[in-house]
């Protein structure tokens, strides 16, 4: 069972990993090169965890499952992150 969601959903959970808020947080694919704001992304939700997908070439840019008291963080998807600095 899988539901798909918009990034924004995966805001949750980044949030527990990351310091700053990840929706807005531009992402480049290491598939397509094409960077997204990760709001826009798409989000599956599964019984493993988040995956978040490039909505251009489907690349799994980012997958997050947390189990036995730990994330997981599969990043290989994304080539670069760029977050902006605050203020
Ligand atoms: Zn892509």
């Known amino acids: 069972m899988e539901n798909k969601l918009d990034g924004n959903a995966a805001g949750g959970i980044l949030q527990e990993i ?5 929706t807005l947080v531009q992402s480049t694919c290491s598939g397509c090169g094409v960077t997204h704001v990760i709001g826009e992304l798409a989000v599956y939700v599964h019984g493993m965890g988040t ?4 909505p251009s070439c489907d ?3 980012i997958r ?3 189990a036995k008291g730990r994330y997981w963080l599969d990043m290989r998807g994304v080539r670069v992150l760029q977050i902006r600095k605050e203020e």
């Open 64 to 66: 997050v499952v947390q």
């Open 18 to 22: 990351f310091p700053f808020e990840m």
């Open 59 to 61: 690349t799994a840019l």
């Open 51 to 54: 995956v978040i997908r490039c």
